[in-house]
């Protein structure tokens, strides 16, 4: 089973590697963690700096723009196959 981590320990790693304290190899050692996942979340702190780890159940706004937005096309296409099936009955 995948270990969790808060998103407090994740800052803090990156914030060491992020300050030469050491290699992410060293860092990771340091910490305990693999450094596979340590480069993981290098990788989404510098994608997004301002949010990387948005946390359980929560979304980024853009993820969550994405979601609405999806929805929205879903709920239209079935109108749409509503109408036509209606045009078709009615001609």
């Known amino acids: 089973m995948a270990r969790q981590y808060s998103t407090e320990f994740k800052m803090e790693a990156i914030k060491r590697v ?35 780890f948005p946390g359980s159940g929560k979304l980024s706004p853009d993820d969550e723009l994405i979601r609405k937005l999806e ?18 009955y009615f001609a």
């Not at 929805?71 to 078709?88: G, M, S, T, Y």
């Open 18 to 52: 992020e300050a030469s304290e050491g290699s992410v190899a060293s860092v990771a050692r340091e910490l305990g963690i693999k450094i596979n996942t340590l480069h993981g979340w290098l990788k989404r702190y510098r994608e997004k700096p301002e949010g990387p």
């Open 71 to 88: 929805r929205q096309v879903r709920d239209l296409r079935e109108e749409n196959e509503i109408l036509k099936k209606a045009a078709a």
